[in-house]
C-alpha cells in the first residue's frame, strides 16, 4: 500500500497551446485539449495530480475527479475527451474536462479526515479553474463532493456557486444517482427506444446476461426483468451465474453487496464460473448483453462466442474497436455506444449544478415528486431516446455501408460541437 506525505497546499500550473504536446506529447485536435492544468505542491513542485480540459464549445467541462496512485496526464485528458463527446452528445451545455489526483484511495479507507484534507487543498486550487466542473469517479463520492463544494463555497462568500462538487448528499441539495439508479434507467430507454427500430427485438421475454451486478448492472436487470425479460446470467468479480430458466433477480439483489456478492447464490444453475473465469459469461446465449464492470471486456479473443442480439454498453470502452465491427457486420449484433447510453450520470449532474444557482429551475425539478428524480428520468429518457432514433436514422442512411455504431456516435457527438446552419449549437432547450 501506498504511503503519503500529504502537502500543505496544491496550486495549478496552466499549460496551453503548442506547449502541452511540447510538455505532455499530447497533440492538439480539432476539438482540444484547450489546457492541461498540471495540480503541484508549491513547496517542492511535486506533481500530484492533472486537470485536463479538453472542450469549452458548449460550456464550461464536467467531469470526475479521478484517485488512484498511477493516474497520467494522458489518462486524465483521455477521459476529459471521452466527456466532451458524452456531453456535447447528450445535448448538454456543457464541455468535457477531467481531474486525477495520484493517490491510492485504498489508503483513506478508515482515514477520512486526511482524505477530506487533501480534497480540501485540491478544491483549494480548483478554485483558479473556474471552467471545471469536478463530479464523482473512481475513488470519490458523494461525500468529497461534498467538500469541494462547501471549499467552493467559502472562497465565493455565499453557496449556491454552481461550480461543483456535484454527485453531492441528497440532504445536501445534490441526487443521489447510484440510489435512483440514473445510469440503469438511461440503458433502460436505449434498449426500449432499439425495439422501435429491430423488428425481431422485443425485451418482453429476452434473455439478458448482465456483467457486473454493481450500480448499474443490478438496477438494469430489475428494470428489464418488470418487461418480462428473463435474467439468465449475471456476474460479479466473485462469480458468473447460468441458467436460461432465470435466476431469482430478487436473491441477487439481496446478495449483492454480501461480502460473497454473487457467490452467495442458491438457486439452480446450468453454469457456474469462479474467480479468473467469471468473464466466461459473457460468452453465454442471450438476447441482450450488458456490460456493466470494467473497460475491454469485449475483444478478438471472445468476439467469436459473443451469442446476442443487442449490447447495452453500461461500461466505458467494453469492447474495442476491431471487436466492434467485428460483432456489427459479421455478426449482425447492434451494440449500443457507450457515450450515447449511459450518459444519464452526467445529464443529472448537470441537472444538479444548474439547480444549485437557477431557483426558477430549481422548483421546475422538484415540481412533480418534491426530490427531482421524475424530472431528471423523464429528460434522461427524452434526450437518450432521441439519440438512439438519430443512431438508427443515420446507420440506415450512411453513405459507408461497414460504418460502425461507434462512428456513427462520433459523428453525432462532432455535429454537435459545431454550430448549425443558423449558427447555434444544439442544446436541449429547457437545460439553457
Ligand atoms: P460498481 O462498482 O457499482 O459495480 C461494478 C461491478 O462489477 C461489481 O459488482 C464488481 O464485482 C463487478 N466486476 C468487476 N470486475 C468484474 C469482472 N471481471 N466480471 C464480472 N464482474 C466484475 O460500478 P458501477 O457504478 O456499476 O459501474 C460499472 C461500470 O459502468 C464502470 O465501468 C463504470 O465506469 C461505468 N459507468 C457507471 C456509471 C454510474 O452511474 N455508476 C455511469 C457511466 C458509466
Known amino acids: 500500500m501506498q504511503t503519503h506525505k500529504f502537502p500543505q497546499s496544491l496550486a495549478a500550473e496552466a499549460v496551453r497551446g503548442a506547449d ?13 485539449p484547450e489546457c492541461i492544468y498540471r495540480i503541484f505542491d508549491p513547496a517542492d513542485n511535486t506533481t500530484w495530480g492533472f486537470v485536463a480540459v479538453d472542450n469549452l464549445v458548449r460550456g464550461r467541462g464536467l467531469g470526475g475527479l479521478r484517485l488512484a496512485p498511477d493516474v497520467s496526464v494522458d489518462e486524465v485528458y483521455g477521459l476529459a475527451a471521452a466527456m466532451t463527446m458524452k456531453s456535447a452528445a447528450a445535448m448538454l451545455p456543457l464541455g468535457g474536462a477531467k481531474s486525477g489526483l495520484r493517490v491510492d484511495p485504498r489508503y483513506f479507507a478508515n482515514k477520512p479526515e486526511e482524505k477530506k484534507a487533501l480534497i480540501t487543498l485540491f478544491a483549494d486550487a480548483l478554485w483558479a479553474i473556474p471552467e471545471y466542473i469536478p463530479g464523482p469517479d473512481m475513488g470519490t463520492n458523494e461525500t468529497d463532493m461534498q467538500t469541494i463544494y462547501e471549499v467552493f463555497a467559502q472562497k465565493n462568500g455565499a453557496p449556491n456557486h454552481g461550480r461543483g462538487g456535484v454527485g453531492r448528499p441528497p440532504a445536501q441539495g445534490g441526487f443521489p444517482l447510484d440510489e435512483w439508479a440514473i445510469t440503469a434507467h438511461g440503458l433502460f430507454a436505449a434498449a426500449v427506444a432499439a425495439e422501435n427500430h429491430l423488428p425481431d427485438f422485443r425485451i418482453k421475454d429476452s434473455s439478458v446476461v448482465i456483467q457486473g451486478f454493481g450500480n448499474v448492472g443490478a438496477p438494469i436487470a430489475e428494470k428489464l426483468a418488470s418487461l418480462g425479460a428473463r435474467i439468465v446470467g449475471a456476474s460479479d468479480i466473485n462469480a458468473g451465474l447460468y441458467n436460461p430458466d432465470g435466476l431469482d433477480v ?21 453454469e457456474r464460473f469462479d474467480g479468473e473465469h ?4 459473457l460468452e453465454m446465449p442471450c438476447t441482450i448483453l450488458v456490460p456493466a464492470a470494467r473497460p475491454h471486456a469485449i475483444h478478438p479473443e471472445n468476439a467469436t462466442h459473443i451469442h446476442t442480439r443487442l449490447v447495452l454498453q453500461g461500461a466505458n470502452n467494453p ?7 467485428f460483432l456489427q457486420h459479421r455478426r449482425g449484433i447492434v451494440s449500443l455506444t457507450d457515450f450515447i447510453v449511459n450518459s444519464g450520470g452526467v445529464i443529472a449532474a448537470f441537472i444538479e449544478a444548474k439547480a444549485d444557482v437557477d431557483a426558477a429551475f430549481r422548483d421546475q425539478v422538484m415540481a412533480e415528486d418534491g426530490k427531482g428524480r421524475a424530472y431528471i428520468e423523464k429528460v434522461v429518457t427524452r434526450i437518450i431516446t432521441e439519440n438512439i432514433d438519430e443512431m438508427f436514422s443515420r446507420q440506415a442512411n450512411h453513405r459507408a455501408k461497414d460504418v ?16 448549425g446552419a443558423d449558427g447555434s449549437l444544439k442544446i436541449l432547450p429547457e437545460l439553457l
Not at 502541452?20 to 482540444?32: D, H, L, S, T, V
Not at 469492447?319 to 465491427?325: F, N, T
Open 20 to 32: 502541452i504536446e511540447n510538455r505532455f506529447k499530447i497533440p492538439r485536435n480539432e476539438f482540444g
Open 250 to 270: 430478487d436473491h441477487l439483489l439481496a446478495i449483492r453487496r454480501t461480502p460473497e456478492g454473487l457467490g452467495a447464490y442458491c438457486g439452480p444453475l446450468r
Open 278 to 281: 467469471v468473464d466466461r459469461m
Open 319 to 325: 469492447a474495442d474497436l476491431v471487436s466492434e465491427y
Open 404 to 419: 460502425t455504431w461507434r462512428e456513427i456516435a462520433h459523428e453525432i457527438a462532432r455535429d454537435r460541437l459545431r454550430p
